[in-house]
């Protein structure tokens, strides 16, 4: 049982409570002049730190005074007059950005990995003969002017998405599904991508497009089938062209060469036969004039050259003399001759 009167008395205890009353008293009126030498230290500590900033190399900052526009901060390490009075907006100038449509990249990498998990109504658009098709595409951009990019429209990135999309949906909207899905879409990402800095350019937000590009195009998965069965007629009609016009290009050019050589050998063969022509008449208007001349010794002299000409082709040769009955055989010496030189 507890002693309640082994305590202190009243006289104590109430000298007691004076002593903790006047010692924290002292301690208060110690700790309040030193509240405005702290509060010194921490607004210069707290100033010094924030006066200074940092700027990437793919960075540029935008320095703003009491709110007002005053110079562009280069890479590196910058000073600005701390407490608010200056602010900094760090923009990447220096990279090119990218914005995903139908699809968003999950894990970047070597293998990089995609989802398109509720983003089918981003990635599907109606083509102009009203087949469905599932576009997925990417616009890449760079930042031209970063103090128009942060001030003059509130979210540039929502916009140029908003406006990429709705020139995607327009160019598609124009071109039916065989243009969408096979060869002209180099064409339509080159007229959305001029179409969209033109827009851009009329919000005047320092943005330059750096390409539109189309990642994958495909059809709907009920209709999937079908349209494969289709590119691959297609594909198989594109080849049988190919190997006609490579046909084509292999046989005409022959067939002309053949026909052109014919021709020049119709050609030399007329230049021949014209020449000859021209050589016979020439000789014979030669020998006309000659047998004018003298028209004995020309005739003697034409049939002797004749016999000269006609004799060596006969085996037998018999000569008739009006003057004897007989036949005179003429002995073939020349041919026994060429058959004794043998």
Not at 16 to 29: A, P, Q, S, Y
Not at 130 to 139: A, G, K, T
Not at 219 to 230: I, L, M, Q, S, T
């Amino acid at each position: 049982m507890q002693d309640w009167q082994s305590g202190p008395s009243g006289d104590e205890l109430e000298k007691k409570i004076v002593e903790i009353r006047d010692h924290l008293k002292n301690k208060f009126n110690l700790q309040k002049g030193l509240i405005p030498v702290v509060i010194l230290i921490l607004l210069l500590v707290i100033g010094g730190y924030s006066s200074f900033y940092e700027v990437d190399t793919e960075e540029t900052g935008v320095v703003l005074r009491f709110g007002k526009f005053v110079s562009f901060a280069d890479p590196g390490l910058n000073f600005k007059i701390p407490f608010g009075v200056e602010q900094v907006y760090l923009v990447p100038t220096g990279r090119v950005l990218k914005e995903e449509f139908g699809y968003r990249t999950v894990i970047p990498g070597i293998r990089t990995t995609f989802s398109k998990r509720g983003l089918e109504e981003e990635s599907l658009t109606l083509t102009g003969d009203l087949n469905v098709s599932d576009v997925e595409w990417i616009v890449q951009f760079q930042v031209a002017d970063p103090f128009k990019y942060i001030f003059n429209i509130k979210d540039p990135v929502g916009a140029i998405r908003d406006i990429a999309e709705a020139m995607v949906r327009r160019a598609i909207g124009n071109a039916d599904v065989t243009q969408v899905l096979t060869t002209a879409r180099a064409t339509l990402a080159s007229e959305i991508e001029l179409n969209l800095q033109k827009t851009l350019n009329q919000y005047d937000i320092g943005v330059r497009i750096v390409t539109v590009k189309f990642q994958d195009v495909t059809p709907p998965d009920p209709v999937k089938d079908a349209f494969n069965e289709v590119n691959e007629a297609e594909q198989q009609k594109e080849s049988l062209i190919f190997q006609a016009r490579e046909q084509f290009n292999r046989e005409v050019p022959r067939a002309r060469g053949e026909a052109k050589r014919a021709l020049q050998e119709a050609e030399g063969y007329a230049v021949e036969r014209i020449n000859k022509a021209r050589g016979e008449t020439n000789r014979f208007l030669a020998l006309l004039t000659e047998y004018k001349k003298a028209p004995e010794v020309t005739r003697r002299r034409i049939h002797l050259e004749t016999l000269e000409e006609v004799l060596p082709r006969l085996e037998e040769t018999y000569i008739m003399d009006n003057k004897n009955i007989g036949v005179l055989p003429l002995l073939p010496l020349r041919k026994s001759l060429e058959g004794g030189a043998k």
